[in-house]
């Protein structure tokens, strides 16, 4: 028998709509709706948008919430990441990423594409808590020739492994940054994306620190230099790319790169403000947005997010009308599922059953004369209350099923860690 979800009298574009899940898609939208069998979900007082796309993580980071705050980047990551994680074993990745998913459903995401150690550790945890993950294994070699094919090797042997799990879960490859992964690492990554047809995930043009050493070290600013490699393509997604000129932008379009903005991060690492978030959409770059990982945002809210994207980007070019609260639902969900090449994002028939149900019945959402501003200026991810991924219920009224043992363990896990 064919599992089928019924939503009924949901607000969907200022109507009330009913709608039809069967199996993992949405079949129907329309009103008085009747299916024999289904599984009715009551949403009056609900709006219905598509599931949330965070399009930048570090999942297992969320062990690191707290950890090590107000520092600046580099001395951040050489001084209390890097030394930390290199402690983090298999069962400290699985409940950090398993804390990241109950964080991110409780929160109305349900895709995100993801970069860290221990592949294994978060790919369990996210087939066993039903989102989808885009999971890129980060790889360093530090110029290191010997570092260089062991890297290779591992990209190839994670390759593989991503079969023994469900659809739900993707791979792709992930290079840390340029000042991580050598030149011949980053072509060869290029040309086994191509082949395999895998996403490539890397950090760029975050810092003007990173931008003046690229200069130094290879001549070139980081979009120029990768454009010098030859590996500029629609395969590569960047994260943070804050420090790019109107030419490189250019490249960025020409090449089909995409781009994930992280709002939070930037502000909170002080690596820089001036997003150009317009100038590259007007361009042809299709830009996603992102929280990165717990320790540098310190949450998964997707909602807080476009929230403080679109007041960034107001506040430093002090133009209000910028960065409107569509185009942050926009690239939140259909934009950032594009950017995976995920048929999800939009509540239509045809598309993946990827769903949250917004209650409506709070402060935030009173009075509703705009609903998508009230969800963007005024909410945040506490105002989510049933979460649908793939076709099935993950949070029914704010309830996502072993909460408190989650809670538990990956406490254990973060204290344990920082006392090895």
């Known amino acids: 028998m064919i599992h089928r979800i019924l939503i009924k009298q949901a607000e969907l574009n200022q109507q009330k709509v009913d709608i039809l899940i069967e199996k993992n898609l949405i079949s129907q939208i329309g009103k008085d709706l009747v299916a024999e069998d289904a599984e009715v979900i009551d949403a009056k007082g609900m709006a219905v948008i598509p599931g949330l796309v965070n399009g930048h993580t570090h999942a297992a980071m969320t062990l690191f919430r707290g950890f090590a705050d107000d520092m600046k980047l580099m001395p951040w990551l050489e001084q209390k990441i890097w030394p930390n994680e290199a402690k983090m074993t298999r069962e400290d990745v699985y409940w950090g990423a398993k804390l990241a998913c109950l964080e991110m459903i409780k929160s109305g995401t349900t895709t995100f594409l993801d970069m860290y150690q221990k592949f294994r550790g978060t790919a369990d945890a996210v087939e066993?808590?039903?989102?989808?993950?885009?999971?890129?294994?980060?790889c360093f070699d530090r110029f290191d020739p010997a570092l260089t094919e062991k890297g290779k090797k591992e990209c190839e042997?994670?390759?593989?492994?991503?079969?023994?799990?469900?659809?739900?879960?993707?791979?792709?490859?992930g290079p840390h940054a340029i000042y991580t992964v050598s030149g011949e690492l980053l072509q060869w990554i290029h040309s086994f994306a191509n082949d395999h047809r895998c996403l490539i995930h890397l950090h760029l043009a975050e810092t003007e620190e990173e931008v003046n050493n690229s200069i130094r070290q290879f001549g070139f600013s980081p979009v120029r230099y990768l454009y010098k490699l030859g590996v500029l393509s629609p395969r590569l997604v960047i994260a943070h790319g804050v420090y790019v000129d109107k030419d490189e932008i250019r490249m960025l379009s020409d090449y089909g790169?995409?781009?994930?903005h992280n709002p939070a991060s930037n502000m909170k690492l002080a690596s820089g403000i001036c997003f150009q978030f317009a100038e590259m959409k007007e361009a042809g770059v299709k830009v996603g947005l992102g929280t990165d990982g717990c320790s540098s945002s310190n949450n998964l809210d997707m909602i807080e997010a476009m929230k403080q994207a679109a007041l960034l980007g107001k506040a430093w070019r002090k133009d209000?009308?910028?960065?409107?609260?569509?185009?942050?639902?926009?690239?939140?969900?259909?934009?950032?599922?594009?950017?995976?090449?995920?048929?999800?994002?939009?509540?239509?028939?045809?598309?993946l059953a990827d769903l949250c149900l917004i209650d409506l019945q709070s402060p935030a959402f009173t009075p509703n004369f705009n609903f998508v501003s009230n969800l963007v200026y005024a909410a945040n991810g506490s105002c989510v209350d049933t979460v649908i991924c793939n076709g099935k219920v993950l949070m029914r009224h704010k309830q996502v099923p072993g909460e408190a043992e989650i809670l538990e363990q990956a406490a254990r896990c973060a204290y344990n860690l920082v006392k090895r």
């Open 257 to 260: 790169v995409k781009v994930i």
């Open 320 to 351: 209000p009308e910028v960065l409107t609260a569509s185009e942050m639902l926009e690239a939140a969900t259909c934009t950032g599922a594009d950017i995976l090449g995920l048929k999800a994002g939009r509540i239509e028939a045809g598309y």
């Open 157 to 173: 042997k994670l390759y593989s492994v991503v079969d023994e799990y469900g659809s739900r879960i993707q791979y792709a490859l």
């Open 128 to 138: 066993e808590m039903g989102i989808r993950g885009y999971l890129s294994a980060v």
